[in-house]
């Protein structure tokens, strides 16, 4: 398992954990995505959002 460090998102972006079957994606989205936000449970003090999908198809 590699633990990569990415920098601190923005205020304009969130980072969220997509768990797949078998990997674990960290995506970053544009805060204006409120379709994710409402199935994705935001943090507001670290703006990370974490949400878990099944075959889900994103863009990294």
Known sequence: MDKRRHSKPTKRQLVLRVRCSE??????ILKEEREILEKATYYPAGDYAVICREG?????
Request: neutral net charge.
């Open 56 to 60: 889900s198809s994103s863009r990294a």
């Open 23 to 28: 990997e674990e994606r960290e995506i970053r």
